[in-house]
């Protein structure tokens, strides 16, 4: 503990079994994905964080996977990515993506840290949470699913376990879903929330259902 406090140390995992070991016996680290939000408590709150573990090497948080049913996301994988995937199913969200910050922050920021910082601000929430999303976590060797509307307890505050993280995001295929989108900012582009909003309906011959 003591040589922690004294410098700066980054773990860099390099599987997700090595990952989950690692942050179970270490769960006072914080987790570094696109850094996008992490380093604004050293460049603006100024604060030490003396112990990281980095995920750019843990290929399984960048995964994808699609069935009939689902589309499975690694938390690490970048937004770019995800706004690329969610497009084809739902316009709205690639469109509200397009709009999240910068192309180099959205190169960078992932869909997994965007929801563990719970953040009041954050866009990709009330988007994930109107189409019924939820999370595979894993603390351990233990691994369990999470519906979004769980997650969130208080101001930057979640139901994760100490040691526990976001393996996955899965989100719903379409399938006569329509998702609407829309976002309030001081500019247009590259600015946080005012206010975000989504809707998910869902239509079945054109008669919209429940």
Avoid: W
């Avoid at 604060?47 to 573990?53: H, S």
């Amino acid at each position: 503990d003591a040589e922690i406090a004294a410098r700066n140390i980054q773990f860099l995992p390099q599987s997700l079994d090595e990952l989950a070991a690692l942050y179970r016996a270490e769960p006072q680290a914080r987790l570094l994905a696109g850094g996008t939000d992490l380093a604004l408590e050293i460049t603006q709150r100024h604060r030490a964080l003396p112990l990281l573990i980095d995920l750019g090497r843990v290929a399984e948080l960048q995964r994808i996977a699609v069935d009939a049913t689902h589309i499975e996301m690694g938390a690490a994988l970048p937004l770019s990515d995800c706004a690329a995937l969610l497009a084809a199913e739902y316009p709205d969200f690639g469109a509200l993506l397009a709009r999240f910050a910068s192309r180099q922050i959205r190169n960078r920021a992932s869909l997994g840290g965007n929801l563990a910082n719970a953040s009041p601000v954050g866009d990709t929430p009330p988007l994930l949470l109107a189409l019924g999303a939820e999370l595979r976590l894993r603390c351990g060797a233990r691994r369990r699913t999470l519906a979004l509307d769980e997650l969130f307890r208080a101001y930057r505050t979640t139901a994760l376990a100490p040691g526990e993280f976001i393996e996955s995001i899965r989100v719903p295929r379409a399938a006569g879903r329509v998702l609407r989108a829309y976002k309030v900012s001081k500019r247009l582009d590259d600015d946080i929330s005012a206010v975000c909003a989504a809707f998910c309906l869902r239509f079945d011959a054109g008669v919209l259902g429940e």
